[in-house]
């Protein structure tokens, strides 16, 4: 009965992310989604008692599988540079894989900000996802620096730190404009090709691959 139950409740949830990332959180019904998963209206309300806890369970996938994926690259032995490098390939792949990572982008910018004021001006409690791929960048970002991978930052580690972090803000962007994931891999793979010369040292761009890679250790999962 109990993992019959987590079955059920994994259906809402990738059904709602379809709907959210689809529709948008204020225009996604409940009645759709539970249609979506397969189950009654009153099975969603058994394991979600709003809108706002289903959105909520949406955005907790979708860092839970932004942090397993850090975690199997830095358990792997890749180095902190080259992690975030595929970290960022795998953000292109999920964008368009996995409905969590959209529908937790567009959930953070529609429900997210201070909270308006006022009795019924209430917005919903949402995870941050957006600023969890930000601090996922930027930690991957100083390993690399503690350990030695960007010496060209040298004095300008805050432009490079917020250059790096705006180009991966960028490719959520650029997927959202319905760019394939073809021609959106590849302009990450630009991205770095451009971005490496200015962050490691003279002539060592060539020891970091730019371009995808999902053989291997490499090759992150997505699924539950």
């Known amino acids: 009965m109990q993992e019959r139950s987590e079955r059920t409740r994994r259906r809402l949830v990738h059904a709602g992310a379809e709907m959210f990332h689809r529709n948008g959180y204020a225009h996604a019904t409940l009645g759709e989604i539970a249609a979506a998963a397969g189950v009654t209206k009153g099975a969603l309300y058994f394991h979600f008692a709003s809108k706002d806890e289903l959105a909520e369970a949406v955005q907790q996938r979708g860092c ?67 600023g969890a791929w930000i601090s996922a960048v930027s930690t991957l970002l100083r390993l690399a620096r503690d350990a030695g991978e960007l010496p060209a930052a040298g004095r300008r580690w805050e432009s490079a730190q917020a250059l790096v972090a705006a180009a991966a803000c960028g490719i959520e962007t650029m997927s959202a404009t319905g760019m394939s994931y073809a021609e959106l891999q590849g302009k990450v793979a630009a991205l770095w090709a451009l971005l490496l010369p200015s962050l490691v040292a003279v002539g060592r761009e060539h020891e970091y691959r730019t371009e995808a890679e999902f053989t291997g250790p490499q090759a992150v999962r997505i699924g539950w």
């Not at 397993?68 to 792997?76: F, H, K, M, N």
Request: glycine share 6%; proline share 10%; net charge neutral.
């Open 64 to 130: 839970a599988l932004l942090h397993d994926a850090v975690r199997t690259l830095r358990q792997d032995g890749v180095s902190p540079l080259q992690a975030l490098i595929d970290i960022t390939h795998w953000l292109a792949r999920t964008l368009h894989e996995e409905p969590a990572i959209p529908a937790s982008f567009r959930i953070t910018k529609e429900c997210g900000g201070p909270a308006p004021r006022g009795p019924a001006a209430a917005r919903p409690v949402v995870v941050d996802f957006h």
